[in-house]
């Protein structure tokens, strides 16, 4: 039932190619489901904006999320939502955003389906005495009966349904925090709240990253334009709970980038007290080491990294308790100088100084430095 049809107002060909409010709405509610212990599935342009399944492999029960961004302030009314669209060219009007929603209800029924609409604007709707009142989470159930009769009728009207068929409950009205500016900043802080009080089962570090590399493979998912004729198919466009958890933990192994590593190193240096010139040489051979770093065919790099890697080892199982940075830096670098002299020829002091660092601060992977591919001779082609 949840695979694409022909008859689907939105479906994978549809999917929008640019990072949107509604994947980051996406991304903050796979953050929000983590929080909650129970397994899951996020669907990104599955019928509705988002779909929030109860299981990636065999889901029984699914909530369509339709989501309206409003870029100027303002507040939807109950009318807003039950209204007729606009015109079509052959008279014919499109459905209301509640009509739309619903006919999913109809579709898979209220046992299996509930349906948000939710918007970062603010939502009235209208109390017991009719006075229009702030709804921020809100089942439309609850509205009182003449309310709910003016609402069926409506969507009666458009969709075809026997008013007395249509059931309200599990139909919400919700308004996000999410703001439109800077959104990663919201989803980055709801990680952090699942790091800090342990409901992710590892730490995060770097909870913006995070964040932005959720939002990233949502609008993978949301581009994803095949046809899917099958649930196997729709699963291009769904993100488990065990899928999510991957992505955040990828981000939770990975390095900070080499620079920041080297720029933590030179502070620590100059919070002990690092004589002054030594540090600024070494702060101006940064970019050349990253760069080095990074090139996996630089044997030469590889080579000075090798042997500070085993001049490290004796030493800070020697001095390594009790000693600063810096005086197992320079420790470091003269008893590598002093056993294998070959590699440093050349090199200046500040440099092996720096990869040094780098080599204490286990940023560097030696294991993926490959000598080039040597050319042939004719006789070897």
């Avoid at 730490?203 to 004729?229: D, G, I, N």
């Avoid at 196997?232 to 933990?249: F, G, M, T």
């Amino acid at each position: 039932m949840l695979r694409d049809r022909p008859i689907d107002e939105k479906n994978g060909v549809n999917a929008s190619l640019g990072f949107t409010f509604q994947q980051w709405w996406a991304a903050l509610s796979i953050a929000e489901l983590l929080g909650s212990g129970n397994d899951f599935a996020v669907g990104v342009e599955v019928k509705e904006d988002i779909a929030i399944l109860d299981s990636a492999q065999s889901p029984t029960k699914v909530e369509f999320c339709q989501v309206k961004k409003h870029e100027r302030d303002g507040v939807w009314v109950l009318k807003d939502l039950h209204k007729k669209g606009s015109k079509r060219k052959d008279g014919t009007h499109e459905n209301s955003i509640l009509a739309k929603l619903y006919a999913r209800r109809h579709e898979f029924g209220a046992s299996r389906a509930n349906l948000r609409f939710v918007s970062n604007i603010g939502v009235k709707l209208p109390d017991e005495a009719g006075v229009d009142s702030l709804a921020t989470n809100t089942d439309l159930s609850t509205l009182t009966t003449e309310q709910q009769t003016l609402v069926k009728a409506a969507v009666s009207a458009q969709l075809g349904i026997p008013e007395g068929d249509i059931d309200l409950t599990g139909v919400m009205v919700h308004k996000t925090n999410l703001p439109l500016g800077e959104p990663e900043i919201f989803v980055s802080g709801k990680l952090e709240q699942l790091s800090s009080t342990g409901q992710l089962p590892f730490q995060l570090s770097h909870t913006s990253v995070a964040a932005r590399v959720l939002a990233s493979e949502v609008q993978s998912r949301a581009s994803s334009t095949t046809y899917a004729r099958s649930f196997e198919d729709l699963k291009l466009r769904i993100i488990s709970k065990s899928q999510a958890l991957n992505i955040l933990a990828s981000v939770a192994q990975s390095r900070a980038p080499l620079s920041q590593i080297l720029e933590e190193a030179t502070a620590e240096l100059d919070r002990e007290g690092h004589p002054f010139i030594e540090r600024k040489d070494i702060k101006a051979q940064r970019v050349r080491v990253c760069a080095d770093a990074s090139d996996r065919t630089n044997m030469i790099f590889s080579g000075v990294a090798s042997a500070l890697q085993r001049a490290r080892i004796p030493i800070e199982a020697a001095i390594g308790a009790k000693a600063t940075l810096g005086e197992l830096m320079n420790e470091v670098v003269e008893e590598a100088r002093a056993s294998s002299p070959a590699e440093f020829n050349g090199l200046p002091l500040a440099y092996i100084r720096a990869v040094a660092l780098l080599v204490l601060s286990d940023a560097i992977d030696l294991t993926v430095f490959t000598a080039p591919a040597r050319p042939e001779s004719k006789e070897e082609e």
